[in-house]
């Protein structure tokens, strides 16, 4: 019982949570992941919102900076 529940929370965790912060965010589902375990893994349990909110932060300014560029050249 114990392995079942720790495996569906786990996939929950990792995956369903990843996708819908994802969706949310238009942030790929491979940044997520990394962004939650990152912020995890430096922040503790505060990491599973800091980690996905500061990658997002990022990579919207990103596009931002790349859309900059394109925008110059023209």
């Known amino acids: 019982m114990i392995v079942i529940g720790l495996t569906v929370v786990g996939i929950a965790d990792h995956f ?3 996708a819908l912060i994802g969706s949310a ?3 790929p589902f491979l940044w997520v992941l990394i962004g939650i ?3 995890v893994e430096a922040f503790g349990l505060l ?3 800091v980690g996905p909110a500061t990658m997002a932060v990022l ?3 990103w596009r931002d900076f790349l859309a900059g560029e394109d925008a110059k050249e023209v």
Do not use: A, Q, V, W
Request: net charge positive; proline share 0%.
């Open 59 to 61: 990579f919207m300014l």
């Open 25 to 27: 965010t238009r942030l």
């Open 47 to 49: 990491g599973l919102f």
């Open 37 to 39: 375990l990152g912020g």
């Open 16 to 18: 369903i949570r990843s």
